[in-house]
């Protein structure tokens, strides 16, 4: 009976041996495992990177170009309502009556105004109210700065001031600098507003090109800040920001050149000293061929899809065009002016 049990037990053994010898890795397996994996895993994840970065690429540009087209279809439904729009003569005839008129990192491209709809505001009847019209002088400014709130690219903002509301009820509101009555402290003119004057002789070029504003701009508090209400224009607010930098630099540098304008109508490039030492003014990537006569306006924009990806290197090249959309559009606005 020993006998029998130990011979069961040296076969056992024998057995477990085996089963260890066959199903265990040496590290000369391991290793060759792990170069194997190494070999594999790393052309995947490479791979994986590229298709991240090429995706991260596709939509910076996707972004680019919706964010163009969304800002020229708003600057052409603002242009739609303008009645005179200035000319180059024209924006270095008023630069003066402009804000920021003496800052380097910006200049005015388009300066036009516009009759604005204000919407059931004239009391009626108890139960009804009519609509009115005003008017407002709006500028776009393609500016260039080093504000951290912003890309590294350039972008393009909006100003604008507005009359206000007169109204003949006894309930109304003197504002402060205007004569007449107002309808609410909401309505008053905004701060610096003067309407043009179509009245005596000259052409009406002449007689809006010799626009002044009323007053300054901005109040100040006792502390010296501005004040900033619904009647005080600010800043310029941001209409876009990733608009193309470049500033031509030849031979290395040769971003898209402006196109010659059509007859009748002349490019938007004020010819000061002024306006020629700014970096903003010799940028290409935001300017307008208008036509004063017929109140006409063809408006070019560029982006830059590359400052999305990265904070230098901006410029464009030939080579990366893909990065910088294109966009335009030509406009005619709706009002007129009749003078003397």
Known sequence: MMRAL?????????????????????????????ILAVLVITPLMGFMISVMNADRQEQAKVSSEQEIQAAVDYIARDLQQ???????????AIRNELPSSTSTDRVPVLVFWKRELIEDIITVTAGEKDDTYVYSLVAYYLIKDSNTNWS???????????????????????????????????????????????????????????????????TKDTNGADVVNNVTPGA???????????????????????????????LVAPDTTNFNTRDTFKMT???????????????????????RLQSNNLNYADNKRAYFPNASIRVQGRGYLFTQ
Not at 9 to 33: D, H, P, T
Not at 82 to 92: F, H, L, R, V
Not at 200 to 211: L, R, V
Not at 251 to 265: E, F, N, R, V, W
């Open 236 to 266: 310029p607010v941001v209409l876009v920001d990733y608009i193309d930098q470049t500033i031509p630099n030849s031979p290395l540098i040769i971003p898209p050149s402006k196109i010659t304008c059509p007859t009748g109508s002349t």
């Open 6 to 34: 130990k011979f069961l037990l040296q076969n056992q053994l024998k057995r477990s041996k085996l089963i260890e010898e066959v199903g265990g890795f040496s590290l000369i397996e391991l290793l060759v495992a792990m």
């Open 285 to 307: 990537s935001f300017y307008a061929c208008v036509d004063r006569v017929n109140t006409t306006a063809q408006v070019f924009l560029r982006g830059n899809a590359i400052a």
């Open 82 to 92: 303008a009645i005179y729009i200035y000319d180059s003569a024209g924006i270095d």
């Open 152 to 218: 590294n690219a350039a972008r393009i903002a909006r100003w604008q001031i507005r009359d206000g509301v007169l109204t003949t009820a006894s309930s109304g509101v003197t504002c402060d600098g205007y004569t007449g009555k107002y309808i609410s402290n909401d309505y008053c003119p905004s701060k610096g507003f003067a309407l043009f004057s179509l009245d005596g002789a000259g052409t009406i070029h002449e007689k809006m090109n010799a626009w002044k504003r009323l007053s300054q701009y901005t």
